[in-house]
C-alpha cells in the first residue's frame, strides 16, 4: 500500500487540538462556564477544520494512505506511533470532526458541572479520532479504551432514566468486548513472528496461518461487534442512549458505535481477510437478524430514545450486513452507510435533547403536536426521521442502495429480508413523527420556545451534511473507492 | 434495440431547465422565503410554468421525432455499478412530461384561490415544487433506478401533502399509511430492479425494452422481475389489493388530491408500466396476472365508488377503478389505447377534483348530498365542468373519455377469454352509475327543512372581493381543463401514430379492429348506467337511495372496502405489533437482557458466597493450605 | 572495599535508619520530630539506593548477589518506605508512644526485603523473609485498639507460619536431592533435574513462602484480614514494598527451573484460582481497604502470568508490573489515608461526595483503579499488555482470555468506587478536605507518572529488560 508522509502532521495536529483543549479546560476555573464553552467550540471547530481540509486535500488518484507519520515508540516491542489516513478512515475523521463540534454546540445550554463534561468529552473524541487514525494497533487498542471510559462518568453524572445501571452495563459490557480484542492483537502480534504492532507489517499476506485468522477474526468480530451494535450484542446501546445527556447520545450513536464497525475493517478484515471470508456468513445472519429485529422492536417502544437507539441497531445492521458481503459494493455502502448514520442519528438526538430538555419527557404519548410550538424542532426531527427510513436524496439512501445491491447478489435472502425491514422501519419511523410533530396542538407545549439561530447550528450543519451528501455521493463514493479498491484487489467480475 | 441519440443543446437547455428549476424553487421557499407567501407561490408558479413551457416546445419540436434522444451523466460510482442521472426523451415521456407539467401548473394556479388563507401557504408551494421535480424527473428516467428514486421521492411529497393539515389526526394518519402501504409495493420493486441488474448488469430501460434477455435468462427469472416491478405499480397506482391508501389520501388539501391523486402520481404506476411495456410483454404469464390485477381493482374500486357519500372518495375510487381500466388495456396489449387513456383521464379526474374543490372549499363539506342542499347547483362554472368531466369518465362521446375507452374496450376484445371484456363493459356501466350519481345528487337536492339557505354560496357570488377572486381563480383552470377534455378525443389518432413512431419495433400491438357492435354497446351501458342514476337519483321523486343500498349487507361490504382496512389493521395489531414485535421486544428484554443481568447478578452472589468462604475459620483455611499443597505435590509426583 | 560500597543501601538502612530510631523509641515520644527525622532518614536512603543502581558484586561468601536487578527492586522497595512513611504524617492508628517503634520496624522489614531480593542462597532468602514477615506481625499488632491489632497480627502469624513450615519442607526436599541451596548452582542443576517429582516438589513448596507474601492462592487468606486490621499506613507498606519484594523472590526462584511445563502449569492453575477469587470476592466489600485487599490478591494472579511463562520477556513485564503494583496500590491508599478521619477505616460508601471535596484526591484515585483495571493510555494497561504478551509468546492464550474477563470483573468494583466518589451525594455536606500542598503535589505527581508512564513506557521497559539479563 503506498504511504505519503506528510510535511505537517495534519493527524496529529487533531489529536493535538483535542488535548490542548482537555488541558485548557482542566486549568480553567469551574465557574467560567462561557470561557470553558467557548473554548470548546474553537477547538473542537479546529478539528471540524482539519477533517474538512483533510478530507478535500487527500489525493484520490494516488490512494493508498496519506498524511502519514511515524515515529518509533517502544522499538523493543515493535510499537510505532503511526497514524495516516485512508479513503476508511477520512470519512471517519471527517464524521467525528462534524459530530464532536455539533455536539458541543448541542450542548450550549449545559449548566452542571461544565468544566468535567467537556473535559471527558475531550477525551473521548481524541480517542475516537486516534483511533480512526491508527495505524499501529497498540495505538489502536489505546485509543479505543480511552474513547469507552469517559463514557461511564458521562452517562453516570449527566444521564437521565435509569442512568447509573445503563452506565455499569455499557462500561462493563464495551470492556468485556476490549477483553477479547487484547488477546486477539497480541496474539496476531506474537504469531507473526514479527514482534510489531505496525498493521502495514502485518497486512503482508501469507503473515498467519488460514486458523489463525480464523480465530483472530472471531475475536475482533465480537469484541469490536459488542460496540457496533451486533445483533445479540446490542442490548446495551438502547439503554445507553436513552440514558445519555444529548451530546454524549450523538457522539455515542454518532460516532462510537462507528468504532466498533471500524474496528472490524481495519483490524479484522485487513489482518485476517481468511477469517473474514470464513465468518462472513454469521455475520451476515447476525446482521440481518439485527436488521430486522431492530425495526420490530424499535415499534413497540414508548420512549423516544429508545425508538432511535433500535434504529441504530438496525442501521448498524447495515453496516454489518455491507462488511459480511465480501464485495467492493458492500464495502462502500457499509463505509457510507457509518457516516451517514453517524450523521443522521447525531441530527436526530439533537432534536429529540431539545425536546426532551424543553417538554422534560421522552415519552411519545405525552408529546404531540410539537410542529406548531417548535416547528424548525420538529422538521430537524422530521428530516433525520425520513433520512432514517432512507428517502432519496439524503444521504443514508446511497448507502442502504450500495449494501443491497450488495447484498442481494450475495445473500438473495437476506438481502430480500433486509429490504423488506425497510417498510417496517418507515413504520415506526413515521409512527414516532406523528405522535410528537403532528396533530393537535397542546395546549401544555404552546409557551415553550422554539430552537434559536444559536442552537439551530449544530443542526442546520447536519442537515447540510446530510443534504449535501445525497445530492453528491460521489464525494463520499469516489473517497471510499481509494480503499475499497486495493482491499478487494479491484474490480470484481 | 433502437439507439439513443445524444440531445442537440437547445432540447438539453428545455429539459434541463423543465426538471431543474421546480428544484430550484423547492430549496429557495424552503430555505429563504418562507416567511413572504405571496412570493413562493409566484417562484413555483414562475418555475412550473417555465417547465410547462419548455415540455411544450419539447413535445412540439420532437413531435416527429423517430429515435429516442437520451442524455446521461454520472451521479455515483461504486465498483462496476454506475448510478446515472439524465433524460430519455421519447414519445412516452415526452406526453407524460407535458401533461405533468400542464396539470401542476393549473393546480397551482387553482391553488392561489383554494390556499388563500391557510397558514402553511407558503410551505404547501414548497411541497408542489419538491412534487413537480420529483414528478418531471421521474417521467423523463433513462434508467430504471432514477427512476426508483424519485418514484421514492414522489411518494414523500405524497406524505408531505396528505399530511399537509397535521393537526388532524386522520391526515397524518392517513400520509403514513400512504407511505407505509406505497413502501411495501416498492420493495417489491426495488427488489425487480435488483434482479433485474444483476441478469442484465445495468437498468438502461431502452436496453430492459430491447427484448434480447430471453438469450441468456430463464423466462422465469423475467417473469419473476416483471412481477415485482408491478408491485411497486400496484401500490403506488393504488391497485388491488393496496388499493385502501388512495381513499384515506383525500385528508390532502384538495388540489393535491387532483394533481397527485388521481392525475399524475397514482398514474406513474401505469406510466412505469407503459415505460417497461415491451419489457413486461416478454412474459405471457406476468401480463395475464397483470390484466387479473387491473380488472379486479377496477371493479372493486367501483363497487366502492357506488355508496361513497364523501365526493372526493367517489372520485378516488373512480381513480383507481380508471387506474385498473388502463392497466387491463396495457396488459391486453393496447399501449398506445393504456396510455391515450391516461392522458385523457389525466384531463377530466383532474377536472372533477378541481370542480369538487370548489364545492368543498365554498361549503365547507365533503358530503355531496350536504353540497346539493346547500345549493352547489348554483356554482355554475364548476357544475357545468363537472358535468363535461363526468360525462367523459362514462365515455359518452364526444369527450375525451369516450375514445380512450373505446380503444381499451377495443383491446380487450382481442383477448381471447370474453370474461374481460365483458367485465370492462360492466365497468362501463358501473362507471356512468357512479359518475351520474353523484351529478344527480348535487344537481337535483332534496331539501330537508332544518336546512337553512346557504350562505356561502351566496358569498361566492356577491360576498366579499377575496372570495370572489379566489373564486376567479379557481374558475380559470377549470375552463381550461373542460377545454381539453372537449378536444382532446379528437387528437386520439395522431396522439397514438405520436406514441408508436419508435416503439413500433418493440411494440408488437396487433392492430385493434374492434368489432362494429362494441362501441353501441358500451356506450349503451354506460347510457344504461346514467338512466339508472337518473331513476335513483334523479327524478323529481326519486328516494336517492341506490339499488345497492337497498341490501345491507352488499351495501355494507362495500362501504367497507372489502374490509380489506379491516384485514390490514387486523393484520398489523395481530401479527406485527401484537405478534413479532411484541415476540422480539420481549425477546430483548426477557432473554437478552434477562441474561446479561442473570448473568451479573449471579456474579455477585457468587462473590458473597466467596466471601464467606473467605470468612472461614482459621482450622479451615490452614487445612485448605496444606491440602492445595498436598495435591500439589501428588500432581507432580504422577504427572 | 568494593564490596561493602555495594551494600550500600542496605548499611544504610539498617545503621543509619535502624539506629536513629532505635534511639528515638527510647527517648521520650515526640511524633513530629519522628516524622520529620524518618522522611528526611528514608529520603536520603532512596537517593543512596537510586545511586547504587549499577553495582555489583557478591558478598557473603557469594549467598548475597548485588546486580542490577536487585538493585532496582532495593530502589522500588526504598521508595515504598518513603512513601508509606509519607502516609504517617499523623499516624492515628498507632499509639503516639510506639511511633518511633513503628519506624524502626518498617526500616528493619525493609531491610530485610531488600536482603530478600540479593539473597543467592536460599537459606538467607529464608531467614531474610522471615525477619520481614516479623516486622510486619509486630507491626500489624500495632494497631489500635490493641486488642483488635493482636487478634489480626495472631491471625496473619499462624498462616503465616504455616507457609514459613511449607517453604521449610520444600527447601529441605530441595537440598536433600541437590546437596545445595546456592542460587547459581541450583540453576545449572535445576533444568535437569525437574523431572524428578521431588525436585520439583521441593521448588513449588518453597515457592510456597512466596505465595504467602504475594498472597496468592492458598496462602491469600490473611490478606483481607490484616489489610483491614492494620494502620492504614502499615496497610499500605504491605500492599506496596512487601508485594514488589515478594515478587522479586517469585521471579528469582522460578527462574531457577528453568523452563518447566509442568510447574508452568501448576502456577497456571494458582494464577486463574487467585484471580478469580480475587475478584469475584472484592465484588461484595463494603471496606475500602477488604476491597482493595482482594484486589492485591487478583493482582498477584497476574503477575504470576508473567512469571509462568518463564522467559526473560515474562520476567521483564513482572518486573515492571511490580512498579505498577507499587504507585497504584500507594495511590490508592494515599487518597484512603488522606480521606480517612482519625485513622479509621473508610468504606466505600464514606468516599461519597470525595469528587466535591477534593477533586485532585477524586481524579488521582479514579486513575489509579482505572489503571488497576488496565484501561489505557495508563502504566497499569502497558504493564497488563507486556505480561499478556509474554504469555501469549509462550501459548498461555487462554489463561490470557480469562485474565481479560477477570479484568472485566475487576471493573465492576472499581467502578463502584468511582461512582461512590463521583456520584453519590454525601449524606451530611462535607468540609473540603485540607490537603496540604505536598499532598496535592504528590497527587498531581502521581496522577501524571501513572499516565506518562503509560504513554511514554520506553525507558522503564528498556530497564527492567537489561534487569532481567542479568537473571541468566
Same mark, same amino acid.
Given at each position: 500500500m503506498p504511504i505519503a508522509y506528510a510535511g505537517f502532521p495534519f493527524l496529529s495536529a487533531i489529536l493535538l487540538s483535542c488535548v490542548i483543549g482537555l488541558v485548557t479546560i482542566l486549568f480553567m476555573p469551574a465557574a467560567q462556564h462561557r470561557r470553558i464553552k467557548m473554548v470548546s467550540a474553537v477547538c473542537s471547530g479546529i478539528t471540524l477544520v482539519i477533517s474538512i481540509y483533510l478530507f478535500l486535500a487527500y489525493d484520490k488518484s494516488a490512494g493508498g494512505l496519506q498524511f502519514a507519520e511515524r515515529i518509533a515508540w517502544v522499538p523493543s516491542l515493535g510499537i510505532s506511533y503511526f497514524n495516516a489516513a485512508d479513503g476508511f478512515s477520512?470519512?471517519?475523521?471527517?464524521?467525528?470532526?462534524?459530530?464532536?463540534?455539533?455536539?458541543?454546540?448541542?450542548?450550549?445550554?449545559?449548566?452542571?458541572?461544565?468544566?468535567?463534561?467537556?473535559?471527558?468529552?475531550?477525551?473521548?473524541?481524541?480517542?475516537?479520532?486516534?483511533?480512526?487514525?491508527?495505524?499501529?494497533?497498540?495505538?489502536?487498542?489505546?485509543?479505543?479504551?480511552?474513547?469507552?471510559?469517559?463514557?461511564?462518568?458521562?452517562?453516570?453524572?449527566?444521564?437521565?432514566?435509569?442512568?447509573?445501571?445503563?452506565?455499569?452495563?455499557?462500561?462493563?459490557?464495551?470492556?468485556?468486548?476490549?477483553?477479547?480484542?487484547?488477546?486477539?492483537i497480541i496474539y496476531l502480534v506474537v504469531k507473526s513472528g514479527l514482534s510489531t504492532f505496525d498493521m502495514l507489517a502485518l497486512m503482508q499476506p501469507g503473515t498467519f496461518t488460514p486458523f489463525q485468522q480464523k480465530l483472530a477474526f472471531l475475536l475482533f468480530f465480537i469484541g469490536f461487534g459488542i460496540l457496533a451494535g451486533v445483533w445479540p450484542l446490542h442490548t446495551w446501546s438502547p439503554v445507553g442512549h436513552?440514558?445519555?445527556?444529548?451530546?454524549?447520545?450523538?457522539?455515542?450513536?454518532?460516532?462510537?458505535?462507528?468504532?466498533?464497525?471500524?474496528?472490524?475493517?481495519r483490524v479484522g478484515i485487513y489482518l485476517c481477510p481468511l477469517g473474514w471470508q470464513y465468518w462472513a456468513p454469521l455475520m451476515a445472519l447476525l446482521a440481518t437478524v439485527g436488521i430486522v429485529y431492530g425495526v420490530f422492536v424499535g415499534l413497540a417502544q414508548t420512549d423516544l430514545k429508545y425508538v432511535i437507539g433500535y434504529s441504530s441497531v438496525s442501521h448498524m445492521g447495515i453496516v454489518g450486513l455491507g462488511l459480511s458481503t465480501l464485495t467492493i459494493d458492500g464495502l462502500n455502502g457499509a463505509v457510507f452507510q457509518m457516516f451517514a448514520h453517524g450523521v443522521m442519528t447525531a441530527l436526530f438526538f439533537s432534536s429529540v435533547g431539545y425536546i426532551y430538555d424543553r417538554t422534560h419527557t421522552k415519552a411519545i404519548a405525552e408529546l404531540g403536536g410539537l410542529s406548531h410550538s417548535m416547528p424548525r424542532a420538529a422538521s430537524f426531527m422530521i428530516l433525520a426521521a425520513l433520512a432514517g427510513i432512507g428517502v432519496p436524496c439524503l444521504a443514508s439512501f446511497w448507502a442502504e442502495l450500495m449494501v443491497f445491491i450488495a447484498a442481494f447478489k450475495v445473500y438473495p435472502l437476506y438481502g430480500t429480508l433486509a429490504v423488506c425491514a425497510l417498510v417496517v422501519s418507515a413504520l415506526f419511523m413515521l409512527r414516532v413523527v406523528q405522535r410528537t410533530c403532528y396533530g393537535p396542538p397542546r395546549s401544555r407545549y404552546a409557551q415553550l420556545p422554539d430552537v434559536s439561530f444559536k442552537l439551530g447550528i449544530p443542526r442546520i450543519i447536519l442537515a447540510t451534511v446530510i443534504i449535501t451528501f445525497g445530492f453528491f455521493p460521489s464525494l463520499m463514493y469516489t473517497m471510499i473507492q481509494t480503499a475499497s479498491l486495493p482491499l478487494m484487489g479491484g474490480l470484481p467480475w | 434495440m433502437t439507439i439513443p441519440v445524444p440531445p442537440d443543446t437547445l432540447t438539453l437547455t428545455a429539459a434541463l431547465l423543465a426538471v431543474l428549476l421546480p428544484l430550484l424553487s423547492f430549496g429557495m421557499i424552503m430555505l429563504v422565503f418562507r416567511h413572504r407567501r405571496r412570493l413562493c407561490a409566484r417562484i413555483s408558479i414562475g418555475a412550473v410554468s417555465v417547465s410547462l413551457l419548455c415540455a411544450l416546445f419539447l413535445l412540439i419540436d420532437h413531435w416527429h421525432l423517430n429515435t429516442p434522444i437520451r442524455h446521461t451523466a454520472t451521479w455515483m460510482v461504486s465498483?462496476?455499478?454506475?448510478?446515472?442521472?439524465?433524460?430519455?426523451?421519447?414519445?412516452?415521456?415526452?406526453?407524460?412530461?407535458?401533461?405533468?407539467?400542464?396539470?401542476?401548473?393549473?393546480?397551482?394556479?387553482?391553488?392561489?384561490?383554494?390556499?388563500?388563507?391557510?397558514?402553511?401557504?407558503?410551505?404547501?408551494?414548497?411541497?408542489?415544487?419538491?412534487?413537480?421535480?420529483?414528478?418531471?424527473?421521474?417521467?423523463?428516467?433513462?434508467?430504471?433506478?432514477?427512476?426508483?428514486?424519485?418514484?421514492?421521492?414522489?411518494?414523500?411529497?405524497s406524505y408531505l401533502l396528505i399530511g399537509f393539515w397535521y393537526q388532524k389526526f386522520s391526515a397524518s394518519t392517513a400520509g403514513k399509511k400512504a407511505f407505509v402501504m406505497t413502501r411495501l409495493g416498492d420493495v417489491a420493486f426495488f427488489l425487480g430492479l435488483l434482479l433485474v441488474l444483476f441478469n442484465l448488469g445495468n437498468l438502461d430501460i431502452l436496453e430492459m425494452n430491447a427484448g434480447r434477455m430471453p438469450l441468456n435468462i430463464p423466462p422465469a427469472t423475467i417473469t419473476l422481475a416483471a412481477v415485482l416491478i408491478f408491485g411497486g405499480i400496484i401500490g403506488k397506482s393504488a391497485q388491488f389489493p393496496l388499493l385502501t391508501w388512495l381513499p384515506d389520501a383525500m385528508e390532502g388539501p384538495t388540489p393535491v388530491s387532483a394533481l397527485l391523486h388521481s392525475a399524475t402520481m397514482v398514474a406513474a404506476g401505469v406510466f412505469l408500466f407503459g415505460r417497461l411495456f415491451p419489457f413486461f410483454s416478454q412474459s405471457s404469464g406476468a401480463m395475464t396476472f397483470f390484466l387479473f390485477t387491473g380488472t379486479t381493482s377496477m371493479l372493486l374500486a367501483a363497487t366502492?365508488?357506488?355508496?361513497?357519500?364523501?365526493?372526493?372518495?367517489?372520485?378516488?375510487?373512480?381513480?383507481?377503478?380508471?387506474?385498473?381500466?388502463?392497466?387491463?388495456?396495457?396488459?391486453?396489449?393496447?399501449?398506445?389505447?393504456?396510455?391515450?387513456?391516461?392522458?385523457?383521464?389525466?384531463?377530466?379526474?383532474?377536472?372533477?377534483?378541481?370542480?369538487?374543490?370548489?364545492?368543498?372549499?365554498?361549503?365547507?363539506?365533503?358530503?355531496?348530498?350536504?353540497?346539493?342542499?346547500?345549493?352547489?347547483?348554483?356554482?355554475?362554472?364548476?357544475?357545468?365542468?363537472?358535468?363535461?368531466?363526468?360525462?367523459?369518465?362514462?365515455?359518452?362521446?364526444?369527450?375525451?373519455?369516450?375514445?380512450?375507452?373505446?380503444?381499451?374496450?377495443?383491446?380487450?376484445?382481442?383477448?381471447?377469454?370474453?370474461?374481460?371484456?365483458?367485465?370492462?363493459?360492466?365497468?362501463?356501466?358501473?362507471?356512468?352509475?357512479?359518475?351520474?350519481?353523484?351529478?344527480?345528487?348535487?344537481?337535483?337536492?332534496?331539501?330537508?327543512?332544518?336546512?337553512?339557505?346557504?350562505?356561502?354560496?351566496?358569498?361566492?357570488?356577491?360576498?366579499?372581493?377575496?372570495?370572489?377572486?379566489?373564486?376567479?381563480?379557481?374558475?380559470?383552470?377549470?375552463?381550461?381543463?373542460?377545454?381539453?377534455?372537449?378536444?382532446?378525443?379528437?387528437?386520439?389518432a395522431g396522439l397514438e401514430a405520436f406514441l408508436m413512431r419508435t416503439a413500433a419495433s418493440v411494440v408488437h400491438t396487433a392492430e385493434a379492429h374492434p368489432a362494429a357492435w362494441l362501441p353501441y354497446t358500451a356506450l349503451g351501458l354506460a347510457l344504461a348506467g346514467i338512466l339508472l342514476a337518473w331513476v335513483e337519483f334523479g327524478r323529481r321523486r326519486a328516494a336517492q337511495i341506490g339499488f345497492v343500498e337497498r341490501m345491507p349487507r352488499v351495501h355494507r361490504l362495500f362501504a367497507e372496502r372489502w374490509y380489506l382496512d379491516h384485514f390490514y389493521r387486523r393484520f398489523l395489531e395481530r401479527i406485527i405489533y401484537g405478534g413479532i414485535s411484541a415476540l422480539c421486544t420481549r425477546n430483548d428484554r426477557r432473554v437478552i437482557d434477562g441474561g446479561l443481568d442473570a448473568l451479573g447478578r449471579s456474579t455477585v452472589a457468587a462473590s458473597r458466597r466467596l466471601s464467606l468462604l473467605h470468612d472461614a475459620a482459621l482450622q479451615a483455611r490452614m487445612m485448605l493450605i496444606f491440602v492445595v499443597m498436598a495435591l500439589l505435590s501428588l500432581y507432580f509426583l504422577f504427572a | 572495599?568494593?564490596?561493602?560500597?555495594?551494600?550500600?543501601?542496605?548499611?544504610?538502612?539498617?545503621?543509619?535508619?535502624?539506629?536513629?530510631?532505635?534511639?528515638?523509641?527510647?527517648?521520650?515520644?515526640?511524633?513530629?520530630? +519522628?516524622?520529620? *527525622?524518618? %522522611?528526611? !532518614?528514608?529520603?536520603?536512603?532512596? $537517593?543512596?539506593?537510586?545511586?547504587?543502581?549499577? /553495582? @555489583?558484586?557478591?558478598?557473603?561468601?557469594?549467598?548475597?548477589?548485588?546486580?542490577?536487578?536487585?538493585?532496582?527492586?532495593?530502589?522500588?522497595?526504598?521508595?515504598?518506605?518513603?512513601?508509606?512513611?509519607?502516609?504517617?504524617?499523623?499516624?492515628?492508628?498507632?499509639?503516639?508512644?510506639?511511633?518511633?517503634?513503628?519506624?524502626?520496624?518498617?526500616?528493619?522489614?525493609?531491610?530485610?526485603?531488600?536482603?530478600?531480593?540479593?539473597?543467592?542462597?536460599?537459606?538467607?532468602?529464608?531467614?531474610?523473609?522471615?525477619?520481614?514477615?516479623?516486622?510486619?506481625?509486630?507491626?500489624?499488632?500495632?494497631?489500635?485498639?490493641?486488642?483488635?491489632?493482636?487478634?489480626?497480627?495472631?491471625?496473619?502469624?499462624?498462616?503465616?507460619?504455616?507457609?514459613?513450615?511449607?517453604?521449610?519442607?520444600?527447601?529441605?526436599?530441595?537440598?536433600?536431592?541437590?546437596?545445595?541451596? +546456592?542460587?547459581? *548452582?541450583? %540453576?545449572? !542443576?535445576?533444568?535437569?533435574?525437574? $523431572?524428578?517429582?521431588?525436585?520439583?516438589?521441593? /521448588? @513449588?513448596?518453597?515457592?510456597?513462602?512466596?505465595?504467602?507474601?504475594?498472597?496468592?492462592?492458598?496462602?491469600?487468606?490473611?490478606?483481607?484480614?490484616?489489610?483491614?486490621?492494620?494502620?492504614?499506613?502499615?496497610?499500605?507498606?504491605?500492599?506496596?514494598?512487601?508485594?514488589?519484594?515478594?515478587?522479586?523472590?517469585?521471579?528469582?526462584?522460578?527462574?531457577?527451573?528453568?523452563?518447566?511445563?509442568?510447574?508452568?502449569?501448576?502456577?497456571?492453575?494458582?494464577?486463574?484460582?487467585?484471580?478469580?477469587?480475587g475478584n469475584l470476592t472484592a465484588i461484595v466489600q463494603q471496606d475500602l481497604k477488604r476491597m482493595l485487599a482482594y484486589s492485591s490478591i487478583a493482582q498477584g494472579g497476574y503477575v504470576l502470568i508473567g512469571i509462568l511463562s518463564m522467559t526473560p520477556a515474562g520476567y521483564a513485564s513482572t518486573t515492571f508490573y511490580a512498579l505498577v503494583v507499587l504507585l497504584l496500590k500507594f495511590s490508592c491508599f494515599f487518597?484512603?489515608?488522606?480521606?480517612?478521619?482519625? $485513622?479509621?477505616?473508610?468504606?466505600?460508601?464514606?468516599l461519597a461526595g470525595l469528587h466535591s471535596s477534593s477533586p485532585i484526591l477524586a481524579l488521582l484515585l479514579m486513575m489509579a483503579l482505572f489503571a488497576l483495571a488496565g484501561i489505557p493510555p495508563t502504566i497499569g494497561f502497558t504493564g497488563k499488555l507486556l505480561l499478556f504478551t509474554a504469555a501469549v509468546q509462550r501459548g498461555y492464550f487462554v489463561l490470557v482470555l480469562i485474565a481479560m474477563f477477570n479484568v472485566v470483573i475487576s471493573l465492576y468494583y472499581y467502578l463502584r468506587v468511582i461512582h461512590a466518589a463521583y456520584l453519590r451525594k454525601p449524606p451530611r455536606a462535607l468540609p473540603a478536605l485540607n490537603l496540604a500542598l505536598r499532598d496535592r503535589l504528590l497527587a498531581g505527581v502521581l496522577v501524571t507518572f501513572t499516565v506518562a508512564a503509560g504513554i511514554f513506557p520506553a525507558p522503564l521497559i528498556a530497564l527492567a529488560e537489561a534487569a532481567v539479563r542479568v537473571l541468566g
Open positions: 477520512l470519512p471517519m475523521l471527517l464524521l467525528t470532526g462534524i459530530v464532536f463540534f455539533t455536539a458541543v454546540l448541542t450542548m450550549w445550554e449545559l449548566e452542571t458541572r461544565v468544566k468535567e463534561f467537556f473535559a471527558l468529552v475531550f477525551l473521548l473524541v481524541a480517542g475516537v479520532f486516534g483511533l480512526f487514525m491508527a495505524q499501529d494497533l497498540f495505538f489502536l487498542f489505546v485509543w479505543f479504551d480511552v474513547s469507552l471510559f469517559p463514557m461511564y462518568l458521562l452517562i453516570a453524572v449527566w444521564g437521565s432514566t435509569r442512568k447509573e445501571y445503563a452506565a455499569m452495563k455499557l462500561t462493563l459490557y464495551l470492556l468485556a468486548g476490549s477483553a477479547l480484542i487484547l488477546p486477539g436513552v440514558a445519555a445527556p444529548t451530546a454524549v447520545s450523538m457522539i455515542h450513536a454518532g460516532v462510537l458505535m462507528k468504532i466498533g464497525a471500524f474496528g472490524i475493517l | 465498483g462496476r455499478i454506475t448510478v446515472s442521472v439524465g433524460f430519455l426523451l421519447d414519445p412516452i415521456s415526452l406526453l407524460m412530461l407535458t401533461i405533468v407539467a400542464a396539470i401542476s401548473f393549473l393546480v397551482q394556479v387553482y391553488s392561489l384561490g383554494y390556499m388563500a388563507h391557510d397558514p402553511g401557504f407558503s410551505r404547501y408551494y414548497g411541497f408542489m415544487s419538491l412534487f413537480a421535480w420529483a414528478m418531471l424527473c421521474l417521467v423523463i428516467s433513462p434508467n430504471l433506478l432514477q427512476l426508483y428514486i424519485f418514484w421514492e421521492l414522489v411518494g414523500l411529497s366502492m365508488a357506488m355508496v361513497s357519500r364523501d365526493i372526493k372518495q367517489v372520485w378516488a375510487y373512480s381513480t383507481i377503478s380508471q387506474l385498473g381500466f388502463m392497466i387491463m388495456g396495457l396488459s391486453a396489449g393496447g399501449y398506445a389505447a393504456g396510455i391515450f387513456h391516461l392522458t385523457t383521464h389525466a384531463g377530466f379526474k383532474a377536472l372533477l377534483f378541481l370542480c369538487s374543490g370548489v364545492f368543498i372549499h365554498i361549503f365547507e363539506t365533503n358530503d355531496m348530498f350536504a353540497i346539493g342542499r346547500a345549493g352547489g347547483r348554483r356554482l355554475k362554472v364548476p357544475m357545468a365542468c363537472m358535468a363535461i368531466a363526468a360525462a367523459a369518465l362514462a365515455g359518452l362521446p364526444p369527450f375525451s373519455g369516450f375514445f380512450s375507452k373505446e380503444a381499451i374496450m377495443g383491446q380487450l376484445a382481442q383477448m381471447a377469454n370474453p370474461l374481460w371484456l365483458a367485465a370492462g363493459l360492466l365497468g362501463a356501466f358501473l362507471t356512468a352509475y357512479y359518475a351520474f350519481r353523484l351529478i344527480f345528487v348535487i344537481l337535483f337536492p332534496r331539501r330537508d327543512d332544518t336546512d337553512r339557505p346557504p350562505q356561502n354560496a351566496h358569498a361566492a357570488h356577491a360576498g366579499n372581493d377575496g372570495h370572489r377572486r379566489a373564486y376567479r381563480q379557481m374558475a380559470v383552470p377549470l375552463i381550461v381543463l373542460a377545454t381539453v377534455t372537449l378536444v382532446l378525443g379528437w387528437g386520439q | 572495599m568494593v564490596g561493602w560500597t555495594a551494600f550500600g543501601p542496605e548499611l544504610y538502612t539498617c545503621f543509619v535508619l535502624g539506629g536513629v530510631f532505635l534511639v528515638f523509641s527510647l527517648l521520650p515520644a515526640n511524633p513530629r520530630r +519522628d516524622y520529620v *527525622t524518618a %522522611m528526611a !532518614l528514608a529520603a536520603v536512603g532512596l $537517593g543512596i539506593s537510586i545511586a547504587g543502581l549499577h /553495582l @555489583t558484586g557478591d558478598l557473603f561468601a557469594d549467598t548475597y548477589h548485588v546486580d542490577l536487578f536487585s538493585q532496582i527492586f532495593k530502589i522500588m522497595l526504598a521508595l515504598g518506605l518513603l512513601l508509606a512513611i509519607y502516609l504517617c504524617e499523623h499516624l492515628r492508628g498507632i499509639a503516639p508512644r510506639r511511633h518511633a517503634e513503628t519506624y524502626l520496624l518498617l526500616t528493619v522489614c525493609t531491610l530485610a526485603m531488600m536482603m530478600m531480593v540479593s539473597a543467592v542462597n536460599l537459606l538467607t532468602l529464608y531467614v531474610a523473609l522471615e525477619l520481614s514477615s516479623y516486622s510486619l506481625y509486630v507491626l500489624v499488632s500495632f494497631r489500635q485498639p490493641r486488642t483488635g491489632g493482636v487478634r489480626t497480627a495472631v491471625r496473619y502469624f499462624l498462616i503465616g507460619a504455616s507457609a514459613s513450615a511449607v517453604m521449610l519442607f520444600g527447601l529441605a526436599l530441595l537440598y536433600g536431592s541437590c546437596g545445595t541451596l +546456592d542460587a547459581a *548452582t541450583l %540453576m545449572t !542443576l535445576l533444568p535437569a533435574a525437574m $523431572g524428578r517429582p521431588e525436585v520439583i516438589t521441593g /521448588l @513449588t513448596l518453597t515457592l510456597g513462602g512466596i505465595f504467602f507474601k504475594l498472597a496468592l492462592f492458598p496462602f491469600h487468606f490473611w490478606a483481607p484480614d490484616v489489610y483491614e486490621g492494620a494502620a492504614n499506613p502499615v496497610a499500605a507498606y504491605i500492599a506496596t514494598a512487601s508485594k514488589v519484594a515478594a515478587i522479586a523472590v517469585l521471579i528469582r526462584l522460578v527462574a531457577l527451573g528453568g523452563q518447566n511445563v509442568l510447574l508452568a502449569r501448576a502456577l497456571a492453575v494458582i494464577a486463574v484460582i487467585t484471580m478469580t477469587a487518597v484512603l489515608v488522606k480521606v480517612a478521619a482519625g $485513622g479509621r477505616n473508610v468504606a466505600i460508601d464514606d
